[in-house]
Structures are given as C-alpha cells and as structure tokens.
C-alpha cells in the first residue's frame, strides 16, 4: 500500500466512473489500471448518509500503479480545477489517445487540462514537461510556456520546436 492514496468525492456515479477510468488507462496500454474493491452502504450507513442501502459506498482503483480511492457522498462537495490528475505522456500518439477519450463528455481546457464527463479535472502533458519548463536556460522555458499558453491539447513538437528555438 503506498503511503499517500488521492481520494475523489463523486455524488453517485464512483464505480462508473472508475470502470471508465480503467478502461481508458488500459486502452492505452497502462495495463497495471484496475477496479480492485467495491463496496456497499449497509443499513446503519445508508441510513446516517441518506443513501440507499446496497447502493455503492467507497471503489477502490488503480491506475498505472496508482492506488485512488473514491466515494459516493452526494452532490456537497463537487470537483473543482484546484485539483487535477496529472498524466505523463511519452509521445503524442499517448496525448491524443487519453485527451480525447478522458475530454469526451467533458470539456477541453487550456494549457494541455480538460474537465472529464464527471468533472474531473487532468493535466494531459509530456514526460518531460519540467525539464521543458523549468530546468535550464529560462529563455528555453519561457519560449516553452508561451506555446503552452497557446494551445488546448498539447502539441509535443510545437513544443519541442519551442524549446529548441526553432518555432
């Protein structure tokens, strides 16, 4: 078990939402992504929550190695962009394939972000998107943000055209 685990407040829908999670991460070849428990509001918690006894409680998934755990608690708390998943990318067969499976039903957002069908925020970026970024000559990096600032879905080349000085 890892040391820190991200947990998601959903309204109704964790277990569907995590089967499609699972399901993106595995079309992409992340096969280490999978539901590993679910489970149910008994009388008592049903009844203290006000949600239907039997109906999902808490799903526990993985995702590339990556423990989440997630809950049905109602519509309180929803997500917001203050916190987002992040998912690195190697090359932009993998930024195409997860932007637009995980941005279908949702929206697209600047800066390489999208908001899920569920409202989930993520980061769809390249591997090496810090040391594009922040590590070296800031000339680099600033060539660097300013594509970021310009496009939705990250360009991997544009983006290396950047960095080298070449766009």
């Given amino acids: 078990?890892?040391?820190?685990?991200?947990?998601?407040?959903?309204?109704?829908?964790?277990?569907?939402?995590?089967?499609?999670?699972?399901?993106?991460?595995k079309a992409m070849g992340r096969e280490d992504s999978e539901v590993t428990l679910v489970s149910r509001y008994g009388p008592s918690a049903s009844e203290a929550a006000g949600r239907p006894e039997g109906s999902v409680?808490?799903?526990w998934f993985r995702l590339d190695g990556q423990e989440y755990g997630s809950l049905n608690g109602g519509p309180i708390f929803p997500f917001t962009e203050?916190?987002?998943?992040?998912?690195?990318?190697?090359?932009?067969?993998?930024?195409?394939?997860?932007?637009?499976?995980?941005?279908?039903?949702?929206?697209?957002?600047p800066c390489g972000w999208l908001k899920d069908r569920y409202g989930l925020s993520w980061q769809i970026v390249p591997g090496d998107m810090t040391r594009?970024?922040?590590k070296g000559d800031p000339e680099r990096n600033e060539r660097v943000m300013a594509a970021v600032?310009?496009?939705?879905?990250?360009d991997l080349a544009a983006l290396q055209r950047a960095y080298d000085g070449k766009e």
């Fill in 149 to 154: 600032l310009g496009m939705k879905k990250l």
């Fill in 132 to 134: 594009m970024m922040q």
């Fill in 1 to 25: 078990m890892q040391g820190i685990t991200t947990f998601l407040w959903f309204d109704e829908k964790a277990e569907e939402a995590a089967n499609h999670y699972v399901s993106i991460f």
């Fill in 82 to 109: 203050a916190v987002s998943l992040m998912v690195n990318c190697d090359t932009q067969e993998e930024i195409d394939g997860f932007w637009e499976r995980l941005s279908e039903g949702g929206e697209e957002g």
């Fill in 57 to 59: 409680f808490t799903v």
